[in-house]
């Protein structure tokens, strides 16, 4: 079956530690992005990519990097610059980030501070 | 900048009755909005897609409204089943940025 794995499920950062949380998909979809979920509060956009060796900031980049080396993988760090990384991290992907198609997501990452 | 508004952080009712969520947008219309099904501890998972040129959409016991006079869309869960029970989140996208903007979600419980 086709889909998103993310992976760990759950992740413990101690300070001044950067964390590398892991999306992988198997749908050949050319756009992949990172959101963080807060209780209460909307999606919001990390980061996105396209295609291949190119991404974008989203609407709160600051503190997180992220790489698209390969179609398949879209990795996330978060950084000891992010002074408040706990939250639940979702992967998706779609065919491309212009067309109607919904988004697949992974079943997350839930980040906590020792 | 945009504003998504869904009701209530959560509504509870009845089995057998119909669940009905909203989703409020301010400023200009969105080419499209998405609904979303969300589980605790899971991702997201896609309902229903409607148009801006589109006034409903039904799938199964969905159903979703969209009124851009009102800058609303419904969504219905007709005879509503305890399996129904989750979180939906609504997600516009606007014109130009072309970027998905998700609610924060109303939680629904349907009670036996």
């Known amino acids: 079956d086709g889909g998103i794995t993310q992976s760990p499920k759950y992740l413990f950062r101690k300070e001044g530690q950067n964390v590398t949380l892991s999306c992988e998909q198997n749908l050949n979809h050319d756009a992949m992005y990172w959101y963080r979920q807060d209780p209460g509060q909307g999606l919001r956009l990390i980061y996105y990519?396209?295609?291949?060796?190119?991404?974008q900031k989203g609407d709160i980049a600051e503190g997180y990097s992220v790489s698209r080396e390969k179609k398949e993988s879209f990795p996330l760090t978060v950084t000891s610059a992010q002074k408040n990384p706990t939250a639940f991290y979702l992967c998706?992907?779609?065919?491309?980030?212009?067309?109607?198609?919904?988004?697949?997501f992974g079943d997350g990452t839930r980040l906590s501070i020792l | 900048s945009q504003k998504i508004e869904q009701n209530s952080e959560a509504l509870n009712i009845q089995e057998g009755k119909t669940a009905t969520l909203t989703c409020n947008y301010t400023n200009y219309s969105p080419a499209y909005l998405q609904w979303y099904r969300q589980d605790p501890g899971r991702g997201p998972v896609f309902l229903l897609l409607?148009?801006?040129?589109?006034k409903e959409k039904r799938k199964e016991r969905l159903k979703v409204t969209f009124d851009t006079t009102l800058k609303q869309s419904l969504f219905h869960i007709t005879a509503s089943q305890p399996a129904d029970s989750a979180t939906y989140l609504c997600?516009?996208?606007?014109?130009?940025?072309?970027?998905?903007?998700f609610g924060s979600g109303t939680q629904l419980t349907v009670l036996p």
């Open positions: 409607i148009r801006e040129n589109e």
């Open positions: 998706a992907s779609n065919r491309d980030r212009a067309s109607n198609q919904p988004q697949h």
């Open positions: 997600a516009p996208l606007f014109k130009p940025a072309r970027q998905l903007t």
């Open positions: 990519s396209q295609i291949v060796n190119d991404f």
